[in-house]
């Protein structure tokens, strides 16, 4: 099964998603085949740069109408972290077709899908990539802080943000972890606002403070539920947004002669960067 030949079919399949109740995705595939066919939808995780390719989910697409297949990915076990490609395969013997991205009803995941607070977080989120074939982000976290509102002041940030998969502790604190050799920390307070919510502020200046604040850099926000318990990235994933990056965009801030801003990475992980005012 490797390549990705049209294995004689005479239209590429095109596959419409829906998001069920408990999480379950209904994949649903328009392809002209026997109703004898014994198609399967496969599921490849996309290898990293460099790294071999891994096996892959299949599932079997069951007879749904006139050249219409379906099958339902259930929540349990939940996809590893990263890009997962769809594809079709028609028999043993054949090679598998990338599907077509269709109609994606994603309404079920606006309102953080079927996420527990006091649980671990597995989220899927079904999207169409650059080339136009669908695929399925995943993200697998023992411990989550969803990132909500972000309001950015004339020198600080301010984030309201959820826990899951670890409780609060009196001695909770953020903190924010320089990229690089020269890697530094600033940590701060947060602000408890009932259960498992809670908001903290980011000094821009603080961030500048250890005697590289001209240069640029990358501060990934970090939240540590208490004493003993793992660190938990700063994140927004219970939406529809696959990829987050380029489409909230926040306004950067001038501080001490250097641009601030807030930003989601590739990976939707919440981040802040400093970089020096571009020339005029």
């Known amino acids: 099964m490797s390549g990705d030949g049209m294995s004689g079919l005479k239209e590429k399949p095109r596959g419409a998603v829906s998001v069920r109740d408990g999480g379950r995705l209904l994949v649903r595939v328009q392809l002209p085949l026997p109703a004898s066919a014994r198609p399967r939808l496969l599921l490849q995780p996309r290898p990293k740069k460099g790294q071999p390719e891994e096996t892959g989910r299949?599932?079997?697409?069951?007879?749904?109408?006139?050249?219409?297949?379906?099958?339902?990915?259930?929540?349990?076990?939940?996809?590893?972290?990263g890009r997962w490609d769809a594809y079709v395969v028609t028999g043993p013997d054949e090679e598998r077709v990338p599907l077509l991205p269709g109609l994606r009803d994603l309404r079920g995941l606006v309102s953080g899908g079927d996420a527990v607070r006091g649980a671990p977080l597995a989220v899927r989120i079904p999207y169409a990539t650059k080339d136009g074939r669908l695929a399925i982000r995943a993200w697998r976290r023992a411990t989550h802080a969803e990132s909500g509102r972000i309001t950015v002041g004339s020198d600080a940030m301010t984030v309201s943000a959820r826990l899951y998969g670890a409780e609060l502790g009196e001695d909770a604190e953020v903190s924010l972890i320089r990229r690089g050799r020269e890697a530094g920390v600033a940590r701060g307070a947060l602000s408890v606002e009932g259960g498992q919510d809670f908001s903290f502020t980011v000094d821009y200046a603080d961030l500048l403070a250890d005697g590289v604040g001209g240069a640029p850099a990358v501060w990934d926000v970090f939240v540590h539920p208490g004493a003993g318990a793992p660190r938990a990235r700063v994140a927004r994933l219970l939406d529809d947004v696959a990829d987050r990056k380029t489409v909230f965009v926040y306004p950067a801030t001038t501080v001490g002669g250097v641009s601030v801003r807030p930003y989601y990475t590739l990976d939707n992980d919440l981040s802040v960067e400093i970089a020096p005012q571009p020339s005029r």
């Open 58 to 81: 299949s599932l079997v697409l069951e007879p749904a109408g006139p050249d219409e297949w379906q099958a339902v990915l259930e929540p349990d076990p939940a996809l590893d972290e």
